[in-house]
């Protein structure tokens, strides 16, 4: 495939690499492994500056699960997905009146976990000071980073709603009395202050970097981070349809930890593919590919090029089925394994479900003996053409998904990093998006606003509980070939992250094809099954494609029952990859769409 024509190159090298959704994070991060810093220290460096120079798609105070690889082959999950308050209970909601979670505002706030988590790499793989980790997020808060036009527009979007309810996120994003133009240098300099002040923090105690990571995490999660934060969350604020304080405090911020856990595990080919657990929605592609690979949707030859109407057909069924069992046994309380799920006899019966014509139902299956319940919601968006036909009509100011105009469904950020010792790290980083959540007082940057993922639904693994983890659309996923070679992948969409991997994994491990081309390739994805997303919209046999798929896969595809909408050329998927071949070369690339993704090395 060398002659394949693709938008960047393979990049190509023997020291280390960097993807990520700017070229800003990616050529921070790229820095610090120049000075000498692992891959875990590029990391947190790149997402740092990520946090400040997409802040409609990820902040300081977001949630993030971060999958690691290290040289001695061992993996792990870095879950920073903080968790519903304590006092944050069905009942509380109800009596409140609502009982569907909003998307934005004080009612749908969780703790920040992001922080967190890098601090828990920083003690745990670190090995350089958070001060110079830290330096190019201050620079680009303090002394302004060209503001991207997406980021411009949702601003533009959000400008009345900040100029007359949202005051501080007036102060920051309106400081020339409307929304900065494309382009623009915008300065946030109270985020820059509240990174300095946990820099600080750090090098108060000492030189050792565990020690510097834990003074840091204790100023955010027991000083005055908190304190702020505390203060703020018991102000009433408004949401689009009412005022409402925050059931976050901050005794659930001093009583929350970054956790890691083994990451699931699945196969496809020769590869071993990592993910977070059923608190994320990662085992929905374990899922997909496993059910492609019992369909004989799988091969070589099906992926080696361009994917022809039978295929694409294929990998959308199996895609509902997976999403189908999603919103029936993921989230913190499941009662079944990723291995029932994965399970021979299991996907037999799945696979054989998939027909012909395209199913406009929804099917979860029954997995170790327990009958699937899927929430009222679910059920009731399902029903005919759905309870929303308009899609996000009834969505409130910032609802949704952190979106670009062109996507329907989806974006939010993502990294890649690899380094000369054979470590590898994929983190997705998200929430406290400035379109849902008001600026904290003096600290620069929203909450986060997971608790949308709740169900206030007693008895499902998703539903509401104090303490519990909202299940998560946010999944970096790593690849391990029976021959030592390590890929870091992952993508931002919201419920398309397990989706747009799906043909990129198989173009490029299974099909031959070059991460380049296999993220420029057209992808699709399914919008059949409601969103997680608040107003939990649906659209059942929805799917939408890049228009480059070709008339004949659009034409075929509407035969088959299928509701296609076409999309732009270059309008679907956000991917990334970073990773070392079995040889030792390490490679790396980037998406093109949106044009500010992108991939450095040597």
């Given amino acids: 495939m060398a002659d394949t024509f693709t938008t960047r190159p393979d990049l190509t090298g023997t020291f280390g690499m960097v993807a990520s959704t700017h070229w800003l994070a990616s050529t921070s991060g790229m820095a610090i492994l120049e000075e000498g810093g692992n891959a875990f220290d590029a990391a947190i460096a790149a997402g740092l500056v990520l946090h400040v120079v997409e802040p ?14 290290q040289a001695d082959a061992s993996s792990a999950v870095v879950c920073g997905q903080g968790a519903a308050p304590a006092a944050a209970t069905i009942a509380a909601y109800r009596d409140l009146g609502v009982d569907l979670i909003p998307g934005t505002g004080h009612l749908a706030a969780v703790v920040p976990g ?34 991207l036009p997406s980021a411009a527009r949702t601003i533009e979007t959000m400008a009345p709603l900040f100029a007359e309810h949202w005051p501080t996120s007036a102060a920051i994003y309106l400081q020339g009395g409307g929304a900065p133009r494309p382009g623009t240098l915008l300065r946030n300099p109270d985020l820059a202050d509240t990174l300095e002040r946990l820099v600080a923090a750090a090098e108060a105690a000492g030189s050792d970097v565990a020690a510097q990571a834990e003074a840091a995490r204790a100023a955010f999660y027991e000083g005055v981070v908190a304190e702020r934060i505390d203060a703020f969350a018991a102000q009433q604020v408004y949401d689009g349809a009412g005022h409402y ?61 361009e994917a022809d109407p039978a295929t694409v057909h294929l990998a959308i069924e199996a895609t509902k089925l997976a999403l189908a069992d999603r919103e029936a046994w993921y989230g913190e309380r499941s009662p079944v394994s990723v291995a029932d799920l994965l399970g021979a006899d299991y996907l037999r019966e799945r696979a054989a479900l998939v027909g012909e014509r395209a199913d406009l139902e929804l099917r979860p299956g029954s997995v170790g003996g327990h009958a ?36 329907p469904r989806g974006d939010t950020c993502h990294l890649d990093v690899v380094d000369r010792w054979g470590n590898a790290v994929a983190a997705t980083p998200s929430g406290g998006w400035l379109q849902s959540s008001p600026v904290i007082p003096g600290l620069g940057f929203a909450l986060p606003t997971r608790a949308q993922m709740f169900w206030l639904e007693p008895g499902l693994p998703a539903s509401l509980e104090p303490g519990a983890r909202p299940r998560t659309t946010l999944s970096p996923g790593i690849a391990v070939g029976d021959d030592g070679s390590v890929l870091a992948f992952g993508t931002p969409g919201g419920d398309q992250q397990d989706q747009w991997t799906v043909p990129f994994l198989l173009r490029h491990l299974v099909g031959g094809q070059g991460a380049q081309a296999a993220i420029d390739a057209p992808t699709w994805h399914s919008m059949h099954v409601p969103s997680s997303f608040a107003p939990r919209a649906a659209e059942p046999g929805a799917v939408r494609l890049e228009s480059r798929v070709g008339e004949a896969v659009l034409e075929d595809l509407h035969g088959r029952g299928h509701r296609v909408q076409a999309a732009g050329e270059w309008e679907l998927g956000r991917i990334s990859a970073a990773g070392i071949r079995a040889d030792g070369v390490r490679h790396a690339a980037a998406n093109p769409r949106g044009m500010q993704g992108y991939a450095v090395g040597r």
């Fill in 56 to 69: 409609h798609l990820n902040g300081l105070g977001g949630d993030m699960p971060l999958l690691l690889r």
């Fill in 114 to 147: 992001t922080f967190g988590a890098w601090m828990h790499l920083l003690a745990t793989r670190g090995t350089l000071p958070l001060a110079r980790l830290a330096r190019f997020a201050i620079g680009y808060a303090r002394g302004g980073h060209p503001l």
């Fill in 245 to 305: 304080r925050s059931f976050l405090t901050g005794a659930d911020l001093a009583s929350w930890r970054a956790s890691e856990e083994p990451p699931a595990e699945g196969r496809l080919g020769s590869h071993t593919i990592l993910k977070p657990g059923l608190w994320s929605q990662g085992p929905v592609l374990l899922q997909q590919l496993a059910l492609l690979q019992q369909a004989g949707g799988a091969t070589a030859q099906a992926w080696a090029g």
């Fill in 372 to 407: 699937p319940r899927l929430a009222g919601h679910v059920r009731r968006a399902m029903t005919g053409a759905g309870a929303w036909p308009g899609g996000m009509a009834d969505s409130r100011p910032g609802e949704g998904e952190p979106t670009v105009p062109t996507t």
